[in-house]
């Protein structure tokens, strides 16, 4: 399968029984844990072809390496990913670990 819209995605994780998912206004929300960062990444890059993920309270961009790194492991590699966090200094060594992928945009925000 190949979906267009984030509906699409919201419903496959809920037929797939993943009980922590929030719908936000065209946007998805998945609680990513290293438990279940490869799960529930698995069942959205399988089944869709989204190009944009946004990661909210990144902070120094652990999980947003892992998620890179799962993309890369599948050859996903036309993707950007947008990150945040509301701690300056957290935000400053995100920054400076992803300064040279361009797919990457982290900045500060609340």
């Excluded at 844990?33 to 869709?48: A, G, H, Q, V």
Aim: aromatic share 6%; net charge negative; glycine share 4%.
């Amino acid at each position: 399968m190949d979906f267009k819209r984030i509906e699409d995605v919201v419903n496959l994780l809920k037929e797939s029984d993943w009980d922590s998912i929030n719908e936000h206004d065209n946007a998805l929300e998945a609680a990513l844990t290293p438990e279940s960062i490869d799960d529930i990444l698995e069942i959205i890059t399988k089944n869709t072809n989204l190009p944009l993920i946004y990661e909210s309270g990144c902070g120094s961009g652990v999980t947003t390496s892992q998620i890179c790194g799962y993309l890369s492991k599948k050859g996903i590699n036309n993707y950007k990913l947008v990150a945040h966090d509301i701690n300056e200094s957290l935000v400053k060594s995100a920054n400076n670990r992803f300064s040279k992928d361009k797919r990457i945009i982290v900045e500060l925000r609340s």
